[in-house]
Nanobody, 122 residues
């Protein structure tokens, strides 16, 4: 059993900052990719940022220069520092991971957190 639990969402004003955290727990041998997606009302879920086990990162264009993704491999935790927030960043943010479980020989994707709401007021 593997669980991803997010925290850190909330309501902020335009220009404010939030830091999201996502901790993975369970029978985990290793985590390859960890990332954040978001889904705004009436829109499809979209990638925000991803970080690989070696530290390589990738960001969606709308958040480049404002958001920073990082991870603590010892804690199986990924973070998303969000600065200069805009109303269009309002969405439910979901943590995602590709995990190799104990006793398994390959990584499997599709592990999701329950989501945390981020709301940015204008």
């Amino acid at each position: 059993q593997v669980q991803l639990v997010e925290s850190g969402g909330g309501l902020v004003q335009t220009g404010g900052s939030l830091r999201l955290s996502c901790a993975a727990s369970g029978s985990i041998f290793s985590i390859n990719a960890m990332g954040w997606y978001r889904q705004a009302p009436g829109k499809q879920r979209e990638l925000v940022a991803v970080i690989m086990i070696g530290g390589r990162t990738n960001y969606a264009d709308p958040v480049k220069g404002r958001f920073t993704i990082s991870r603590d491999n010892a804690k199986n935790t990924v973070y998303l520092q969000m600065n200069n927030l805009k109303p269009e960043d309002t969405a439910v943010y979901y943590c995602y991971a590709t995990i190799r479980r104990d006793g398994e020989s390959s990584y499997v994707g599709g592990y999701w957190g329950q989501g945390t709401q981020v709301a940015v007021s204008s």
